[in-house]
C-alpha cells in the first residue's frame, strides 16, 4: 500500500510539470540465487539523461554482473546470477535540460533454492573414529533436513551413535565396516514446498594387520641359494605391501623377486645370497587408513675367506712378523703351517725354543718368528677355518743374509801352461757381487794374459794358466750384498805325479784270465787321478802289454792269457800332470789245460710232451765246450736215450716223454781236453690232461685262434655245398660243374657221386692226424710213432664225430 501511495505522488508531481514521466516494466520481482533478469525503465518527455541506483543509493556502473543498454528515453538493467546481496529496491532517475527528476523504483526479492553444495560421494572415514557425514546444504528459508539409511529414517532415539548436528551433518561414534552404505539426505522448505535430496556413500578403512611367519632366516652366502620371506596382509582397502631395505623401497629385480598373491600374501624371494645381503628387511602394509610394518631379520654366514696374506722378507737373526686377515660369518679361527715339516701353530702357541709365536683376535693373526734362520725360509700356509667351510692361502717368507761360502775346496794344484778352474760358490740373498783379488790387486772381469773370469748365479770362476812361479800363490774372492761382506783366500799349488800304487796281488788266476788288484797310491800329486796301467808280460819276454784300468777302479781283469804260463805285472798311476812311477813287480802263472767243471742245470716244462733243460756254463777248463751230453730216462727203465747239444747252446729239449713219468736226466760238458764229472737231476711229468676246446685254445695267439675259425667256417661252407650238390643238384659245385661238363648231371649217376663224395671227405679227414704225430719228433721209435699216430687219429675222429 505505501509503494502505490509512492507511486500516485509522483504520478501527481509529473503531470504538475506534464512534461517527464518514468516507469519501469516490473514493480516487484522474487528472484532465486543464480537466476537473471532485466528491467526496463521508460521516460516520456525529453529527458537527457537516465540513470539506475542500487538499493544502497549508488549508481550502478555497468560490470560483468550488471549491464546497463540505455538509449535517448529508454534504459534496460540486466542482473545475471543474481546473489542474496543484489536483494532491495532499485531506482531509475531520469533529469531533463532544466535539471528536473523524475524517478521510478523496482523492488527485487531474492531467495535462496534448496541447494547442496559440494557434497563428497562417498566419503571415507577410519574405523573407530567418529565419523561425521557432510551434508551442506542451504535455502532460504533453512531447509528441514531429514537423514536415511536402508529406506529408514536414522533418529537418536533407535541409532543412540548416530546424531544429526545442527549444521545438518550426520555424526556416527565409533564406526565400523558394518557402518558402511549409502546415507540419504534429504532437505525441504516447506514455505514453497521445495524438497530435494542427495545419496551419499559411506565407506570405512580399516588398518592394515601385518603379519609373518617366520621372523629369521639365515643363509649361507656364495653357494647361490635362495631365501623368501613372506607377509600376511588384511585390511580395507586392500593393502599395498612394500619391501624396504636401509630406508630404501626395494624394487623387483634379478636379485629380488616381488610375488603377491591372493589372500594378502606378499613374498620377497633374494637370489644368489652374497655377504651384503644380510641383516633386517621390513614388510610394510598401507592403506587409507594407515600403516604397518613388520621386520624381518636374514642373518648370512659367510665362508672364511683370507683378505690379507702377504709375503714377508726379513734379515737373518731379526725378526720376521707374519700377518693374515679373514673374514666370514661367524669369524674364522685362524691358524698357521709351516710347509716345510707340517708343523702347526694356533693363536697363543709358542714354539719349544720360543722363536714362534702366535696372537691373534677379530679376524686377525700374527705369527712371530724370532732370530730368523735360514732353515724358516719357505711357504707358511694360513688357514680360517669355522663351521660353514674353511679357506687357505700360502705365503713365502724369504730370508735376506751375508754371502756364505759353499766350499771349503780352497787349494787347487796344476803345473805351469795347464789351466785351472777356481771355484767361489756363494750363496746369498740379495745376489751378491763376487770379484777377485790377487796381492790387494783386483783382478778385472776382462781378465789378464793368463786369467779370466766366468761369473754365473752365486759362481764365479777364476780360470788361471800358470805361466811361471809366480802365478802359483794365494789368490781372494770376495762376496758382498746389502747385508754385508765376506772373504774367501785359495791357494794354487804345482801339481806332481802320482806315487806308485802298492799292494799289488793276484786273484781268481784261471787258464786264461787273471784279476789284478791294488791299493791306491799315498799321493795323487795334487791332480786327480785319471787312470791305472798295469802293464804284463811273459818272463823272459822284453815287451810289456798296457792294460788301462776302467776309470780310477783299483781291480783290472787281465784276458787272453796263455795257460801254464808265467807273467809279470807292474801297476802305475796316471794324472793330468803325467804317468807316476810303477809299483813293485809281481809274478803269477796261469792253469794248464783240464777238464771242464761240471755244468749247472735248472729244468723247465715246455709245451705237450716236451721238458726244456736250461745249462748254465761253469769253468771250461782252459778250452771251448764243444758239446753236452744228456742222457735221460725213466726211472722204470734201464735203458738210456742220449742227446747231444752243441756247446753253444744253454739249454736242451727234450721230447717225446711219457705223461705221469718220472725221469732221470745225466748231463756231461765235453772239451778237448775230455769230459767233466756229471750233473743228475730229475724231473716229473704230469698226467695228460683232457683236451678241450679251452685247452685246445689256451696256448694260441688271438691270430692263430681267428685263423682257426675262418677255417672252419669255411670247411663248414665247403660241406654244405658238397651236401647241395649230391643231394639236391644245386650249390656251387653244381655251378661249375655244368659249366665244365657243358652236360646236366643224370639221376643215375647221382649215387656213385655221392660214395666218391664221402669217400674223398673221409680220406681227408682220416688222414689228418697221421701226418700231425709225424711232426712231433724224430727222436720216437717207429712202434711209438705210429701208437701214437692211432692215438690222435681216434682223438680227432671223436672230435668230430
Not at 356 to 376: A, C, M, N, P, Q
Request: glycine share 8%.
Amino acid at each position: 500500500m505505501m509503494l502505490k501511495l509512492v507511486h500516485l505522488l509522483g504520478v501527481l508531481v509529473c503531470g504538475s510539470q506534464a512534461a517527464l514521466q518514468v516507469s519501469i516494466s516490473l514493480n516487484k520481482v522474487e528472484l532465486s540465487v543464480g537466476e537473471s533478469k532485466f528491467f526496463i525503465c521508460t521516460a516520456i518527455g525529453e529527458p537527457v539523461r537516465l540513470e539506475w541506483y542500487n538499493p544502497q543509493g549508488e549508481r550502478i556502473v555497468p560490470s560483468k554482473r550488471m549491464a546497463l543498454h540505455t538509449e535517448t528515453s529508454r534504459s534496460r538493467l540486466i542482473i545475471y546470477n543474481a546473489i542474496i546481496e543484489d536483494a532491495g529496491i532499485y531506482r531509475c532517475q531520469a533529469t531533463d535540460a532544466s535539471g528536473h527528476t523524475e524517478e521510478a523504483s523496482v523492488v527485487l526479492e531474492i531467495y535462496q533454492r534448496l541447494t547442496f553444495r559440494d557434497v563428497q560421494s562417498p566419503q571415507e572415514f577410519r574405523h573407530g573414529e567418529t565419523a561425521e557425514v557432510v551434508c551442506d546444504v542451504i535455502s532460504s528459508p533453512v531447509p528441514v533436513v531429514v537423514w536415511y539409511y536402508q529406506d529408514k529414517e536414522i533418529t537418536e532415539e533407535h541409532h543412540s551413535r548416530y546424531q544429526v548436528l545442527t549444521n545438518n551433518n550426520l555424526q556416527i561414534r565409533q564406526v565400523t565396516k558394518a557402518d558402511e552404505g549409502v546415507y540419504r539426505c534429504e532437505a525441504s522448505v516447506e514455505a514453497r514446498g521445495e524438497i530435494d535430496f542427495v545419496d551419499i556413500a559411506m565407506v570405512v578403512n580399516v588398518p592394515p594387520v601385518l603379519s609373518v611367519f617366520q621372523q629369521s632366516f639365515n643363509a649361507t652366502a656364495d653357494y647361490q641359494e635362495s631365501v623368501t620371506f613372506t607377509c600376511m596382509t588384511s585390511g580395507s582397502p586392500d593393502p599395498v605391501v612394500t619391501w624396504h631395505r636401509k630406508g630404501q623401497q626395494l624394487e623387483p629385480s634379478e636379485q629380488y623377486i616381488i610375488t603377491r598373491l591372493e589372500g594378502g600374501r606378499s613374498m620377497l624371494t633374494i637370489r644368489n645370497i652374497r655377504q651384503g645381503d644380510g641383516g633386517s628387511y621390513t614388510c610394510k602394509a598401507t592403506n587409507k587408513a594407515g600403516s604397518q610394518e613388520r621386520e624381518i631379520f636374514l642373518k648370512v654366514f659367510v665362508q672364511p675367506h683370507i683378505t690379507q696374506l702377504k709375503n714377508v722378507t726379513a734379515v737373518e737373526g731379526s725378526a720376521a712378523m707374519i700377518s693374515c686377515v679373514a673374514e666370514g660369518e661367524p669369524l674364522p679361527d685362524i691358524s698357521w703351517r709351516r710347509a716345510s715339516d707340517g708343523q702347526t701353530f694356533v693363536d697363543g702357541d709358542k714354539s719349544q725354543d720360543g722363536r714362534f709365536e702366535v696372537r691373534g683376535r677379530h679376524g686377525k693373526s700374527v705369527l712371530t718368528i724370532s732370530g730368523v734362520r735360514l732353515t724358516d725360509l719357505g711357504r707358511f700356509d694360513c688357514e680360517a677355518l669355522s663351521r660353514i667351510g674353511g679357506h687357505q692361502k700360502s705365503m713365502f717368507l724369504d730370508i735376506e743374509y751375508i754371502p756364505k761360502f759353499l766350499t771349503n775346496h780352497t787349494i787347487y794344484y796344476s803345473w805351469e801352461g795347464n789351466p785351472v778352474n777356481i771355484s767361489c760358490d756363494v750363496m746369498s740373498n740379495p745376489p751378491a757381487t763376487m770379484l777377485w783379488r790377487r796381492e790387494r790387486f783386483t783382478i778385472s772381469a776382462e781378465g789378464t794374459a793368463n786369467t779370466r773370469v766366468h761369473s754365473a748365479d752365486g759362481k764365479s770362476v777364476l780360470e788361471v794358466t800358470p805361466m811361471s812361479d809366480r802365478d802359483f800363490g794365494r789368490y781372494n774372492c770376495t762376496a758382498r750384498n746389502n747385508i754385508g761382506v765376506r772373504y774367501q783366500e785359495f791357494i794354487l799349488a804345482q801339481a806332481d805325479v802320482p806315487s806308485n800304487p802298492y799292494s799289488v796281488r793276484l786273484s781268481a788266476v784261471s787258464q786264461r784270465l787273471a784279476t789284478v788288484t791294488f791299493m791306491k797310491p799315498d799321493s795323487h800329486g795334487g791332480v786327480p787321478i785319471s787312470y791305472y796301467l798295469v802293464q804284463y808280460k811273459e818272463v823272459g819276454s822284453q815287451e810289456w802289454k798296457d792294460v788301462k784300468s776302467h776309470s780310477i777302479q783299483t781291480t783290472v781283469v787281465l784276458t787272453g792269457l796263455e795257460p801254464n804260463t808265467t807273467y809279470e805285472v807292474r801297476v802305475a798311476a796316471v794324472n793330468g800332470k803325467g804317468q807316476g812311477e810303477f809299483s813293485h813287480t809281481e809274478t803269477f802263472q796261469t792253469l794248464p789245460i783240464r777238464e771242464p767243471s761240471p755244468p749247472a742245470v735248472h729244468g723247465q716244462r715246455g709245451m705237450g710232451k716236451a721238458y726244456r733243460l736250461g745249462l748254465v756254463k761253469q769253468d771250461d777248463g782252459g778250452m771251448p765246450i764243444v758239446e753236452y751230453i744228456v742222457k735221460y730216462k725213466t726211472d722204470k727203465e734201464e735203458q738210456w736215450m742220449t742227446k747231444l747239444v752243441p756247446g753253444a747252446n744253454d739249454f736242451a729239449m727234450l721230447q717225446p716223454l711219457q705223461w705221469n713219468t718220472r725221469y732221470e736226466v745225466e748231463i756231461t760238458a765235453r772239451n778237448v781236453k775230455g769230459l767233466s764229472e756229471p750233473t743228475f737231476y730229475q724231473f716229473f711229468m704230469p698226467q695228460k690232461p683232457d683236451i678241450t676246446a679251452e685247452s685246445l685254445f689256451s696256448g694260441l695267439g688271438l691270430g692263430t685262434v681267428v685263423g682257426l675259425g675262418l677255417g672252419a667256417l669255411l670247411l663248414l661252407l665247403v660241406l654244405v655245398d658238397v651236401s647241395c650238390f649230391f643231394l639236391r643238384h644245386c650249390g656251387l659245385l653244381m655251378c661249375i660243374t655244368r659249366t665244365l661238363c657243358g652236360k646236366k648231371t643224370t639221376t643215375s649217376g647221382k649215387g656213385k657221386d655221392i660214395e666218391e663224395g664221402k669217400a674223398a671227405y673221409l680220406y681227408t679227414y682220416n688222414s689228418r692226424p697221421t701226418t700231425f704225430s709225424t711232426t712231433f719228433s724224430t727222436t720216437y721209435s717207429t712202434t711209438e710213432a705210429t701208437a701214437e699216430g692211432r692215438k690222435w687219429k681216434r682223438v680227432s675222429q671223436a672230435g668230430y664225430d
